[in-house]
């Protein structure tokens, strides 16, 4: 395993801040409107379905699986995975597959939430479970 | 309210550089400008509006001071490689609400040989910048969700290449003129599964202008009549995280207005110039458009049937952005002039599509795998 390649450290603003410093704990959150009950990603302070101003933060188990990959082999620091994720809680989100064989993802994979370190704030990535 | 019929194309150029290191952008820009001008039969006096997108330099603002214009419509609408398609639409509007009477739109840069503007992020930027979204890999995605719901191949997507390629061979301009195979094209490198070096459009300068006029002004001048006649536009994105669906593009919300707007459907265009910034994107744009049912564009498009004069859709016969031309990473402007190219009856005798009067333009912009605008235009020749 390697924290190699060195990741860019979020700029954050009011709106998130409270998800990067729950990062710094080891924690992933979502977004849940009270009004509609909608979990959204990445945060708003607006619900962007029903525009309600009642978004509440959650954590989520950061547990769910692979919606589509593409594995990137032309890049000048070396192959990655990008793809999207579906948690379990239901919004799907994109990321990166790391610590695994990036040749063997698979679209409904089971994957889990893990902090990679920056200059500042951790990010998630997720890499697959079992 | 309609824009059907209220407005006219009655000047194109596409610039025929695809590698221009001795010129500026702005450059380019006039260039292009001064070529659709002149195809009309018009001056720069004429030109009452302008548009332009990301590419201008410095935005709709210094851009036309640049070109020594005075305008009482401006534009400056931003969706990528489908500003222009989504310009042509507004337009129509300005012209039938009698803000302008003569519209120029241009599009110009080089990807080749100088600086691409930055990429501009929104809110998503600390939540997404980091996994390295590129075009190859956003597309990727779709391509690899498309393959998993339908069972579409490599194979099919292949035959989007193997078309263009066909077309190409007759245009002196395009980037790649050789006739590629299959097997050619699923044989070369991967580049970001499932897509491979050949499903991917070509990176080149150069640049394109429209002129858009009014019915009026059309019917003065001395070249063939073509007219919009129904526009559509919308955007598309991962929503908040909810009912994630990479499989459909905008096109679902672009094509439909537009088609009724026109009156006619996918069945009735003798020509389709459709965005072909990798070969899954056409295939997703076909089906939204409801040219075949959604999951069965791999079919429909194999076995030649986008090959002028061999399969039942004669599509993006310049050789499209997979192999003619994608001027600074956007090929919006040259669907339409391909379109108008057909619809005059100018396009290379070799895939002109007889009797031409119908024909539709659909491109995407952005990054269809994670957010991007889309645009449908339905053009007649009168």
Known sequence: MTDKPKYPAPVTNPETAHFWEAAKQGKFLIKRCKACGEPHYFPRSICPFCFSDKTEWEESKGEGEIYSYSLMRKSPTGPYAMGYVTLDEGPSLLTNFVDCDLTALKIGQRVKVVFKPTDGAPLPFFTPVG | ?382
């Open chain 2, 1 to 382: 309210m309609t824009i059907k019929n209220k407005a006219y194309i009655a000047g194109i150029y596409e610039h025929p550089t695809r590698h221009a290191p001795d010129k500026s952008t702005a450059q380019l820009h006039a260039e292009c400008a001064k070529g659709a001008l002149d195809d009309a039969g018009l001056t720069k006096a004429d030109v009452d509006g302008y548009f332009c997108a990301g590419d201008a330099p410095g935005g709709v603002m210094p851009m036309a001071d640049y070109l020594g214009l005075k305008l009482r419509h401006l534009d400056s609408t931003e969706t990528g490689g489908c500003s222009y398609i989504i310009a042509l639409g507004h337009a129509a509007e300005a012209i039938a609400a009698g803000k302008c009477s003569v519209a120029l739109i241009t599009l110009a840069g080089k990807p080749r040989t100088g600086p691409m503007p930055p990429r501009a992020y929104g809110p998503e930027m600390d939540f997404e910048m980091a996994y390295g979204p590129t075009t190859h890999n956003a597309y990727g995605m779709c391509a690899m969700r498309h393959m998993h719901d339908f069972g579409t191949t490599s194979e099919q997507l292949a035959w989007v290449k193997v078309a263009a390629s066909h077309h190409a061979q007759y245009n002196p301009h395009a980037m790649l003129r050789d006739v590629v195979t299959v097997e050619d094209v699923v044989n070369s490198p991967m580049i970001s599964d499932p897509l491979h070096r050949l499903d991917c459009c070509v990176v080149s300068d150069g640049g394109g202008a429209l002129i858009v006029t009014t019915p009026e002004i059309a019917k003065s001048l001395k070249r063939p009549l073509v007219r919009l006649t129904g526009h559509g536009e919308s955007n598309k994105g991962p929503n908040g995280g909810r009912n994630l669906d990479l499989t459909y593009s905008a096109a679902v919300w672009s094509g439909p207005p537009a088609f009724a707007e026109a009156g006619v459907t996918p069945k009735d265009m003798k020509y389709a110039s459709i965005y072909d910034s990798f070969t899954i994107t056409v295939v997703i744009q076909l089906e939204d458009l409801g040219f075949c049912k959604k999951g069965d564009g791999g079919k429909f498009v194999a076995d030649g049937n986008l090959i002028s004069g061999v399969g039942k859709l004669p599509w993006n016969t310049d050789g499209g952005g997979l192999c003619n031309n994608h001027p600074i990473n956007r090929g919006g402007i040259t669907k339409i002039i391909e379109a108008v190219r057909q619809l005059r009856g100018e396009a290379h005798p070799k895939v002109q599509v007889p009797n031409c009067d119908l024909a539709v333009v659909h491109g995407t912009g952005g990054l269809l795998g994670v957010r991007h605008a889309a645009s449908t235009a339905i053009l007649e020749r009168v």
